[in-house]
């Protein structure tokens, strides 16, 4: 996780916390087909930064690389990803900003349906 802390320290990030565990995540990466930091690097909206820091928005390691997945590929996410956390208002502030408003729609839909969103 010292890339991601690295990248944040970098881009002027507020990491709140850093999981003790990150085997889950690294299992999402994987079935996501991330595994190396080079391919984590490429998923990285190039305006996540900047959206990042002007909605004053916090989040933890889990929550920004998580991001990053659903915004290159939410439905890829949905398909080949077991995962066991929901989103809810809070969580896609940023997700507002950096995804159409009908693939937003769509993506919340389909959280829906897994039972993953709530208001």
């Given amino acids: 996780m010292s890339f991601l802390i690295s990248w944040a320290s970098k881009n002027n990030i507020n990491i709140t916390s850093s999981p003790k565990n990150t ?7 994987s079935l ?7 391919e984590l690097n490429d998923i990285i909206p190039k305006e996540y930064a900047t959206i990042y820091n002007k909605l004053e928005d916090e989040s933890n390691i ?3 690389i998580r991001d990053w997945m659903l915004i290159n590929d939410w439905k890829k996410f949905i398909n080949d990803v077991s995962f ?10 940023i997700l507002r900003e950096l995804i ?15 039972k993953c969103f709530y208001h």
Avoid: C, P, R
Wanted: glycine content about 4%; overall charge negative.
């Fill in 62 to 64: 889990l929550g920004v």
């Fill in 100 to 114: 159409e408003n009908k693939e937003l729609k769509d993506m919340i839909d389909e959280f829906k349906k897994e």
């Fill in 32 to 38: 996501f087909g991330i595994k190396t930091l080079a």
């Fill in 84 to 93: 066991n956390w929901a989103l809810d208002e809070d969580s896609i502030k």
């Fill in 23 to 29: 085997s889950e995540l690294i299992q999402e990466l």
